[in-house]
């Protein structure tokens, strides 16, 4: 299982940005899949998750309102929707697939494969 995360980059604070991670051989409709991030000096945080059937998609309260998840049809490319971009949304981003529960959706041990991070740099 591989995963490829691209469309970071820098914006001005309010801009946004639409990250893409792109599964290598398989589906995400097998896998959950997540994306978490990680800032400076800061351990890595969950941002959003979809259930593998898409039914269920979670984000955190930082995020929530602002960034939204989504898939392709294909469940080849899964996305993540940067908007009104604040400072401290500057990190690296990881996509992720797993399978966990519905209730672990948004723990990080839950996901087994990860993406190599594209990294999300917002100023003020």
């Known amino acids: 299982v591989q995963l490829q995360a691209s469309g970071g980059g820098l914006v001005q604070a309010g801009g946004s940005l639409r990250l893409s991670c792109v599964s290598s051989?398989?589906?995400?409709?097998?896998?959950?899949s997540g994306w978490f991030r990680q800032a400076p000096g800061k351990e890595r945080e969950f941002v959003a998750a979809?259930?593998?059937?898409?039914?269920?998609?979670l984000y955190s309260d930082s995020v929530k309102g602002r960034f939204t998840m989504s898939r392709d049809n294909a469940g080849k490319t899964v996305y993540l929707q940067l908007d009104s971009l604040k400072p401290e949304d500057t990190a690296v981003y990881y996509c992720a697939a797993g399978t966990p529960i519905l209730s672990s959706l948004a723990e990080l041990s839950s996901y087994r494969y990860w993406g190599q991070g594209t990294q999300v740099t917002v100023s003020s």
């Open positions: 051989g398989w589906s995400f409709n097998t896998y959950a």
């Open positions: 979809m259930s593998k059937n898409g039914g269920s998609i």
